[in-house]
């Protein structure tokens, strides 16, 4: 599988990538903790491509590599839609319930901005994550 890193760690912007370039979608009162990204050429429940999260190092916005799997999925419902987050684990430490914080926080930041800024209500839930292996 091929990753291509769109949003860095520690990042307050949440980009997406248009073609060749990256746009800002908004700005997050959190930092990620991860670096945030997509795999090339699949296809996810809401139509664009699977959302992958990397656990490890900070990545340049652009950063492609290659991983054979992955180690888990965080469950997201984003804007009412299935928006699940593969994992991948590069490396270095973490906190397992930092991980579970930063999603609750997160959901709650999205449900905030689709009523003050796309003026609409919609569903944004942390469902928990699935590990692969654990370890």
């Known amino acids: 599988m091929r990753i291509l890193i769109e949003t860095p760690k520690y990042s307050f912007s949440k980009y997406h990538r248009e073609g060749p370039v990256f746009i800002k ?7 990620t903790i991860f670096n945030y990204g997509f795999i090339e050429g699949s296809l ?3 139509g664009m491509e ?21 180690d888990g999925v965080i469950k997201f419902i984003d804007d009412s839609v299935e928006d699940d987050k593969e994992i991948i684990l590069s ?4 906190s397992k319930p930092l991980f579970y914080f930063y999603f609750h926080l997160y959901a709650a930041f999205k449900i905030a901005y689709y009523l003050l800024v796309k003026r609409k209500i919609s569903r944004c839930r942390f469902g928990g994550i699935v590990w692969y292996k654990e370890g």
């Open 25 to 31: 979608e908004f700005m997050s009162p959190i930092p």
């Open 44 to 46: 996810a429940a809401d």
């Open 50 to 70: 699977k959302d992958v999260v990397v656990i490890g190092p900070r990545m340049e916005q652009g950063t492609v590599f290659e991983v054979s799997g992955t």
């Open 91 to 94: 490396g270095g430490l973490y």
